[in-house]
Every structure is written in C-alpha cells, then in structure tokens.
C-alpha cells in the first residue's frame, strides 16, 4: 500500500512541475534555466514512478 501511496505523490508532484512548467513557458521572458530544471524534476520523477511499478 505504501509503494500505491509513493506512485500517488509522484504522479502530483509532477503534475505541479508540468503546471510550473507551463507557467515558466508563458512568461514574457521565460528561464531556460530554470525550465530546464523542471525537466530535470520532472525526469527523475518519472524515472522513479517506472520503477516502483516494474
């Protein structure tokens, strides 16, 4: 049940990274920096979920 709960928290923090994400991108004078640190979040956030469920 936990492994369940983890995969839960994963899939919602990586939906606020995409929202962040999103954000970043529509800003007049967008960070590639810091979007290219969301990416990164958001990779190793996916690579974590495939994982747990493998």
Same mark, same amino acid.
């Given at each position: 049940?936990?492994?369940? &709960? !983890?995969? @839960?928290? /994963?899939? &919602? !923090?990586? @939906?606020? /990274? ?32 495939e994982?747990?469920?493998?």
């Open positions: 049940m936990a492994q369940a &709960q !983890r995969i @839960e928290s /994963l899939k &919602q !923090r990586h @939906e606020t /990274l995409e929202r962040n994400l999103d954000q970043e991108r529509t800003r007049p004078m967008p960070d590639s920096a810091a979007i290219a640190e969301i990416k990164r979040q958001k990779l190793a956030i996916k690579d974590e979920m994982n747990l469920s493998a």
